[in-house]
């Protein structure tokens, strides 16, 4: 393989020493068109907004992030549901994939959801119920990761991991609906357009933000989940070697 | 299951009378917080008494904490997690039973930090209807949710570490409703508290179906 | 009563039993021997149920261990080099404790300690101040009050002074009367040997061939 | 405060939408990098046969 292709998409060339294969790489290039067309709606061709300006291109890539990270966090816990009912390895590692993905994305909608709230409210934290939920978020995810990361061996860890990935979902909803019953007490303001309707090219570029963003999403969860694959086999790889060496302890004893 | 959950309940409870290792260590470091929580924020100006709510259930939420590290630290015993395997207790069993030995923990403390708050930062009770019936839930919630992750935790070298990372932000949705709801209570305002109280029963409700279902295959090869 | 065909467990990746072949009658006494890491320990908790078969056949009390390995536990009884007690209560009440968790009653508790020894004085200490000895004795009293039909005993001799090998010997031959069936490893060989029925040698996570372990290995 | 200056003058806010848009087309993009490093360097530990996608 030659190195120059390893790009951040580009590598999804299906060659016999990667990740990819032929369906990724067609993923890869569709992918890469859809951020382009994202980068020339969003930051290009759509028009500033009446109330906030410029500022209002950080949605396009903001709410497309918001989304995934809770589908993200749904994926986990339909993953770690049928690994638990049918014991299938497969979906645990959909599980853990689509986990730390989530994770990024919740990352990614933390810190525009500052960059937003700078220049509109003047603070970049304020406890919007909004922000304050998917903060909840990202550490409910990274206690999961955290389990995941234990060492320990495949069955503990992913039984475990499956049980708090499964309470990711419950515990979402509680976090949100508390949170959101906290704040409203306060009426703080939401990152939202004031009162005006997306319309016209802002709405197309919204649309083009989800496309690309939800693409990437798949791309990084089908690649996440190959390299989780191939840790698995690696593991795996020297029980018979090990099984003939342990006997062999026996002969000499 | 509930004779074997009975059974684990009395022994554990038992055992934390013999032993007095929360009476000794964990009422003391609970009053110990509430006294710093004083230093921390100046008594004289008010910030205290508009604090104590909040202050209260983080008092009960850390010792609490220690609480469950130590449920989960007797069993890890040498050789008992293995016997509790081999015994034929129900696991779902086992998982009410140390629920219910750590929520009677929960109330003895809460009850000797009300009394605390009462007397150190001079706080009056009103709504007695609503505070007991918060108490009475966030006591659920808090142990259901800290006995499953206890147990997620249990048996691994980073558990001490584990636990309240896995712990605190799930219930913080606890933390908030039972601190709201006692603002409520103590403002005079009960019908604004309850809808915690029903939030946290949810909550409750949801870890003690996840803990009886769950519990088993934890318990397994750790 | 036991029956296994190249069992093999793994802790973690490391295959402590790599194919053992064991069969044990009903009634027998088994010695297993074999030098430190020889993989005893993993088939004594295998046969539990507390460490699952990957491979092979695993057959015990007529359970299949590969479909089910949580059925025999509560009909087998191991005595591990963990104690399995709680330091903070009594002697008294560990047994208790462990005997109604069984599903036996209290008089089976008070039995198996008036067997081992620890009613009396002892019985109200708590476990965490024992001897070595006598937290053995606590052990094989909880041991003993779940009347187990399979004894699965690691290093049962260990720690014990001479009055307390005769009681576990004893307590052994009369549970083979009885109807159970017993293996247990040990390094007190002479005692042992004369214990046994038969003796099977492991080495490397198997059954080594002088061991004879389809039965033929009979030495009392 | 007084950033309500802020919200009109449109030019201060374009390095927040550059920022956003270089923290996530960054971000996705180093972890896209990173993993495609990680399955090549696992992938020449595991023969092809396990690789089913491959």
Known sequence: MTTETAGPFGASDSGPTSTGSRTTMILGVVTLVALGVLVLFGLILSPADENQGDAVRIMYVHVPSATLSYVGCFLTAIGSAVFLWRKSRWWDLVAYASAEVAALFTAFTLVTGMLWGRPTWGVFWVWDARLTSEAMLMLLLLGYLAVRGIAADYGVRAKRAAIVGLLLVPNVFIVRQSVQWWRTLHQTPTLSLSGAEIQGLMLFSLFTGFIAITLSFIWMVIHRFRVAWLEEQVDAEGLDTAIAERRAEGVVS | ?222 | MVHLRGAVALLGRFPALAGVDLDVDRRRIVLLRGANGAGKTTLLRALAGLVPISAGEAIVLGVDLRVDHKSVRPRVGLLAHGAGLYDELSVADNVRFWTLAAGAVLADAESAMARLGLDGRLSDVSVGRLSTGQRRRTSLACLIARRPELWLLDEPHAGLDKEGRDVVDELVRDAADAGATIILSSHELDRAIDLADEIVTLGGGVALDDSGAGGDGHVA | MSNSLILAEASGTWPYVAAAWVVVFGGMGAYAFATVVRGRRLSKKVPPEKRRWS
């Open chain 2, 1 to 222: 299951m509930l004779h074997d959950a009975w059974l684990i309940a009395r022994k554990d409870l038992k055992l934390e009378i013999r032993s007095r290792v929360a009476l000794n260590q964990v009422v003391p470091f609970a009053l110990l917080v509430l006294v710093l929580f004083a230093f921390a924020l100046d008594p004289d100006r008010g910030l205290l008494e508009k604090a104590t709510p909040g202050l209260y259930w983080i008092a009960v939420l850390f010792s609490g904490l220690l609480a469950m590290q130590r449920s989960f630290a007797v069993e890890a015993a040498d050789g008992v997690t293995d016997a509790l395997r081999l015994s034929g207790l129900a696991p779902a069993g086992i998982y009410l039973g140390k629920t219910l030995s750590v929520a009677v923990q929960l109330l003895v403390l809460e009850v000797l930090l009300g009394v605390g708050v009462a007397v150190l930062y001079g706080t009056s009770m009103t709504g007695w209807l609503l505070l007991l019936a918060t108490i009475v839930v966030a006591t659920a919630a808090i142990s259901t949710a800290g006995t499953l992750f206890g147990v997620v935790a249990a048996g691994l070298r980073v558990r001490e570490t584990l636990l309240p990372l896995l712990l605190l932000p799930v219930l913080a949705p606890v933390l908030i409703g039972a601190t709201r709801a006692f603002e409520a209570a103590l403002s005079g305002t009960p019908s604004e508290g309850w809808p915690w109280v029903g939030l946290m029963s949810v909550f409750a409700a949801v870890y003690v179906v996840a803990g009886i279902f769950g519990f088993g295959p934890l318990m397994e090869e750790s």
